[in-house]
């Protein structure tokens, strides 16, 4: 995702590009226009990055929803004069826990997968069950579960049980749906099938492909346009992953206001630069033109 998104600012004229790196990251290629500040273990992230922010035109923070990460960088940077090229943090926060990313959804009819906290789970639904974090990235510590045997020897191993969120497991194609996202308005760029497979009883992404046909597009631009106007603060890059059954509507899984796996193949497969898109939204509504229809798999180590 990263060397996407350098690869993409790299190739627009009259950008120079800071890059923050931890410092055991190695072999990153970066175009002439950038340069790397390498942040060792013993700095303080925060301290660095309110320093720096005040020198750039525009912040792209890149940083998981996990234990309120994304919240957190979000807050720093909006309090800083350099405007960020990300969804709000009050936006962020909703989407960064699954519960109630749900409860917004479905409260304004969108169709979401029901779901409670593991410790007010009372058998509201029957197994199986899909158990995940709330504020979980991709399919870290999620479990297929079959009855409750299962669920109580997971239990015991989970240190904060209310920091899980337990729902019906729904059978369908996994889908992510690439967009952009401002002010109340959405855009769809393309529909993506995200390969997902149980193996120990732990869902495992494997790879996805960019840009598949879909005969839903409508559809889809749809439900991005109701979820722009529930959750305004949705900004930029956005992802949104759904489970889409044979003969009903698709259900929103989650929502990430921020770069996934699907966004570094989406410039090879329609042949349109994200990145310069985001930054000319900073002014204008943007124009989505595609020069290719290819499908592109992205394969996750």
């Known amino acids: 995702m990263l060397t996407a998104l350098v690869d993409e600012l790299g190739s627009i004229p ?9 410092w055991r990251i190695e072999g990153v290629k970066l175009p002439d226009n950038s340069k790397i500040v390498r942040v060792s273990s013993q700095e303080n992230i925060d301290g660095l990055l309110s320093e720096l922010a005040d020198n750039f035109d525009f912040i792209w923070p890149i940083a998981p929803e996990m234990q309120g990460e994304l919240v957190k960088i979000t807050q ?17 926060a909703i989407c960064s826990d699954k519960l109630l990313t749900a409860q917004y959804l479905s409260g304004q009819g969108i169709a979401t997968i029901s779901g409670v906290q593991l410790d007010q789970f009372t058998h509201q639904f029957q197994a199986p069950w899909v158990l995940k974090p709330k504020d979980g990235v991709g399919c870290l510590d999620s479990y297929y579960i079959t009855d409750m045997s299962e669920l109580s020897l997971i239990k015991k191993n989970l ?31 393309c529909c993506n099938r995200q390969f997902v497979v149980i193996k120990n009883g732990q869902f495992k992404l494997e790879s996805c492909t960019v840009n598949i046909n879909t005969d839903r597009e409508t559809e889809y631009q749809q439900l991005i346009n109701q979820i722009a106007s529930i959750i305004t603060g949705l900004s930029g890059y956005v992802g949104i992953d759904i489970i889409q059954p044979k003969d009903s509507p698709a259900a929103v899984l989650e929502i990430n206001p921020r770069l996934t796996t699907s966004y570094a193949g989406i410039n090879q497969s329609i042949g349109f630069n994200v990145a310069k898109a985001v930054i000319e939204m900073s002014e204008n509504a943007p124009i989505i033109k595609k020069t290719k229809n290819e499908q592109i ?3 996750i180590c």
């Open 14 to 22: 009259n950008i120079q590009l800071t890059v923050l790196l931890d």
């Open 76 to 92: 720093l940077f909006e309090k800083k004069i350099s405007p960020l090229l990300t969804s709000s943090s009050q936006a962020v």
């Open 159 to 189: 240190t904060v049980v209310s920091d899980f969120l337990i729902q019906p497991y729904l059978k369908g194609d996994v889908l992510s749906l690439s967009c952009l996202f401002k002010e109340g308005q959405a855009w769809l760029l």
């Open 297 to 299: 798999v992205v394969s």
